[in-house]
């Protein structure tokens, strides 16, 4: 199962044979990805073509060849930046290899790649999963590019600033102020408390002074 997206890749799988689009879409779906069958481009709308990671085109309907298929593709606004696996039954692009597919290590986010029919499942998977990987690659290089350029105008456009350092500079004198109030405060109501006890133990010392010299 294909693990190496966070969500479901959408894949928009576009075959005119109902089995074998059917056969098709049951094996991605299988391996973790969504896929949004249909016989014709035409009925693609332009909010769901938005939403695709990838396409794979069937341009052989029986005896005749829809070329076509490909051209509008590439000519979509929303299609043509995305890969495209093509089945036929003679590709001249191909390369034949042990495996019968062309080398998909490719870094174009809009590859092309061709399957000659009949082709292998697993051949196809592999290939769909190589050309995830590399869309998946060409974002995060577009994201992590624009993210620099994001900091580079905040660097430039955004100078240091003495202000902060001055408002904090005012909230600190303002609480030390406050604290020297306070202590200011108390420090007279002590020496007040302190006052009027002493006065009061003075004046009694004395009422008892003078009993004591009337009693005499």
């Not at 350092?165 to 007040?192: D, E, N, P, W, Y």
């Amino acid at each position: 199962m294909y693990m190496s997206y966070e969500k479901k890749p959408a894949v928009l799988l576009v075959e005119a044979d109902t089995s074998l689009r059917r056969i098709i879409a049951l094996g991605l779906q299988h391996r973790g990805m969504q896929v949004i069958e249909a016989n014709s481009l035409t009925t693609i709308t332009s909010a769901v073509a938005q939403q695709l990671d990838l396409l794979i085109l069937d341009v052989d309907s029986k005896a005749h060849r829809h070329q076509s298929l490909l051209e509008m593709t590439q000519s979509h606004p929303a299609l043509s930046p995305l890969p495209v696996v093509v089945l036929a039954w003679e590709n001249p692009l191909v390369v034949e290899e042990s495996e019968g597919v062309s080398d998909v290590a490719t870094s174009a986010p809009n590859a092309v790649m061709y399957l000659p029919k009949p082709f292998d499942a697993r051949i196809l998977h592999t290939t769909i999963d190589q050309l995830l990987l590399v869309r998946a690659a060409n974002e995060a290089a577009i994201e992590a590019r624009a993210e620099e350029v994001l900091l580079a105008s905040y660097s430039t456009h955004t100078s240091p600033s003495v202000w902060p350092v001055v408002t904090a500079a005012g909230l600190l004198l303002a609480v030390i102020g406050m604290l020297i109030q306070v202590a200011v405060a108390a420090l007279g109501i002590l020496i007040v408390m302190v006052a009027l006890l002493v006065w009061t133990l003075g004046a009694k010392s004395q009422q008892e002074t003078g009993k004591i010299s009337i009693g005499m």
